[in-house]
């Protein structure tokens, strides 16, 4: 499907998404009933992605002053005349990141290219740049999308993002507004963030503390590198006294990024800004119950009004888990199954 496709088509598309999703509705596994259940189970479970280390091509995309990402490529062997899947991931995560490796897996196995995208400085690259990521810096994945397009000639892009990345791959398809790449078939976020001020008050709640605590936990180590790495870039004064999400970004990314302090950049970078001007095919999977990124943002008109979205929200799931109870022939990590469900029927449409 064009991205500039009129909205009596996308509305067809997305109506027989939901359709086909109301007949294979996610029933949560009953030993994860709730949220947090559900994303600790997901994490622990034991599948054959968490020990697997694909040799997937590197590629190094050069997308800014002194700045390189790196992402790992897995090609059709006629690549030029399959469709891509672009895959981003979450708050810390990486390449390596066991849903992206099995996200990847089943593209690969429906047809589709695939490239796995680290954030800038993730997945063992901070050697790459000097700077470290925030969750909007959509011009890393703008200038990777444009060389897909301009220098590799891919014609049929699909862009899905986790969590933090989801976020970001929404923002991105919100800037782009009417005039999106024509390359850019369908976005997809799975429990995408997008509203960062709503993230970061909910994951003080006391039940999140292993939550924030990891999260800080790996963003002070990956602070400390920098400034091994460059220490007149970054003054770690204060850092240990740091305990939360917002404290570190009020301390440490906003100032690296010229943000007034952790509120302008939580505005500046939240994907909820921009989403009424989407005009691309965009799939939205998040589960109610998600216990560190609020679905509640998501009941914005500019989401629930805008047709080109399709918003499958589900009473439960977690966060990045929905460990299903049915698998009906497919494996019980049922959001990865319906991105690549959406993904080949927006690129059926699309041929």
């Known amino acids: 499907m064009d991205s500039n496709a009129p909205p009596d088509k ?13 007949a294979r509705p996610f029933t949560p596994h009953p030993i994860f009933k709730n949220g947090h259940a559900q994303t600790l189970g997901a994490f622990a479970w034991p599948r054959k992605y968490r020990f697997q280390s694909p040799l997937d091509e590197e590629r ?19 690549r030029l005349e399959r469709p891509t899947m672009v895959i981003w991931h979450g708050i810390e995560g990486s390449t390596e990141s066991t849903y992206m490796i099995a996200m990847a897996d089943k593209a690969f196995k429906a047809g589709f290219n695939v490239i796995r995208m680290n ?25 990777a999308v444009r060389q897909l397009i301009e220098d590799d000639h891919l014609t049929q892009l699909f862009l899905v993002g986790f969590s933090l990345g989801g976020n970001m791959v929404l923002k991105l398809a919100g800037e782009y507004a009417y005039n999106p790449p024509k390359e850019v078939v369908a976005i997809c976020a ?75 950049y939580y505005y500046k970078a939240s994907s909820i800004r921009v989403a009424d001007q989407i005009r691309i095919p965009t799939l939205i999977i998040h589960a109610q119950d998600d216990p560190f990124i609020p679905f509640e943002p998501l009941l914005d008109p500019v989401f629930t009004k805008n047709p080109y979205i399709l918003l499958i929200d589900t009473e439960r799931g977690g966060h990045v888990a929905f460990v299903s109870d049915k698998p009906n022939g497919e494996d019980r990590f049922w959001s990865e199954n319906r991105v690549v469900e959406f993904c080949t029927l927006a690129q059926r449409l699309a041929d």
């Open 119 to 143: 954030l800038r400085t993730c997945g063992g690259t901070e050697h790459l740049t000097k700077s470290i990521y925030h969750g909007g810096l959509t011009e890393d994945l703008r200038e």
């Open 190 to 264: 799975v429990s995408p963030s997008v509203d960062l001020t709503a993230s970061a008050e909910l994951i003080l709640k006391r039940s999140n503390w292993i939550y924030n605590r990891d999260f800080v936990y790996r963003l002070k180590k990956r602070l400390r590198d920098k400034h091994k790495r460059f220490p007149k870039l970054y003054d770690i004064t204060g850092l240990e006294s740091v305990r939360t999400l917002r404290e570190f970004d009020n301390q440490f990314t906003a100032r690296a990024h010229g943000f007034a302090d952790a509120e302008d």
């Open 10 to 22: 996308v509305r067809s598309l997305l109506a027989h998404t939901s359709k086909l999703f109301a």
């Open 60 to 78: 190094i995309f050069d997308v800014g002053t002194d700045v390189k990402v790196l992402g790992r490529c897995r090609w059709q062997l006629d």
